[in-house]
């Protein structure tokens, strides 16, 4: 099965529209993941958006709302202040939803992703209704812009996601399935947390890592490839799904960026499951 490819906006780490224009055709690929916070924040215009990919030829393919006050200098503080978890910021994260969600239906897209935050693998502790019903207040707030979103995994187990996703109960709900994640977090076997997700995968980060020898610190995330991410099995239980996902290929470590993105776009053409830019 073939998927299409694109890169993660942020990735990157340009700064104007022509310099992530220029990134991104750097790497081979013509789809994005589009980081909506300078839409948000009123950096950019969807219309210039528009006219930028238009005029090279790129392909917005969904959105990244990240959530104010996060920290990942270590696993213990992006626990206490990834996604919607802490409520200082709660109304500052709910009003830039409204306006990534604009600016996602004005470029016509149907997928937003985002962390939700370290979701309580204790289904009776008290935050995690806190944060089921913040999740489902995002979730109505981009249904009624006409989006689905797509929270990030890693930072809880997949049986822990999968029955959170239960307990929303909400049909525009569903995964980004990052690998690396995983194994960066501690949290479970790539392919086998995929398999568990299994139909709730709406998009897939491609990136790779290698687990830590020390429990309660990071692994390390590596360029794609030469990690602990099996690639083959990994798409052979990515097509058990039945239906083509969008592969972006996220890279948040090293200095080389778009040389490392290309090193992972080279592999997937090699393992003969994305389609080939012209």
């Not at 995968?201 to 610190?217: F, M, S």
Request: with cysteine; net charge negative.
């Amino acid at each position: 099965m073939k998927h299409r490819l694109g890169v993660c906006s942020w990735s990157l780490r340009t700064e104007s529209l022509d310099e992530l224009v220029e990134a991104t055709r750097a790497v081979g690929v013509r789809h994005l993941q589009l980081a909506l916070d300078p839409l948000a924040a009123g950096a950019w215009e969807t219309d210039e958006v528009r006219h930028a990919c238009d005029e090279s030829g790129l392909e917005v393919v969904s959105g990244m709302m990240g959530m104010r006050g996060e920290d990942y200098s270590t696993l213990e503080t992006i626990r206490e202040t990834g996604g919607v978890r802490p409520t200082k910021h709660w109304k500052a994260n709910r009003a830039a939803a409204e306006r990534c969600a604009r600016a996602a239906q004005e470029l016509e897209l149907g997928l937003v992703s985002f962390h939700a935050g370290f979701l309580p693998h204790d289904p009776t502790d008290p935050e995690r209704e806190t944060l089921v019903d913040r999740l489902q207040e995002l979730a109505d707030v981009f249904g009624d812009h006409g989006l689905r979103v797509a929270f990030e995994t890693g930072q809880e187990s997949a049986e822990t996601l999968l029955a959170v996703l239960s307990e929303i109960g909400r049909a525009n709900v569903g995964v980004n399935f990052d690998p690396a994640n995983m194994i960066l977090y501690g949290m479970g076997e790539p392919v086998r947390a995929l398999r568990t997700l299994g139909e709730h995968v709406l998009q897939v980060h491609v990136k790779d890592a290698i687990a830590t020898d020390t429990p309660g610190t990071w692994g390390s995330e590596v360029v794609v490839g030469t990690g602990e991410v099996d690639w083959k099995a990994f798409f052979e239980a990515l097509d058990d799904l039945g239906a083509p996902r969008d592969l972006l290929i996220e890279r948040e470590a090293g200095e080389s960026r778009v040389e490392d993105m290309r090193a992972a776009r080279r592999l997937l053409e090699e393992l003969d499951v994305v389609e080939v830019d012209a």
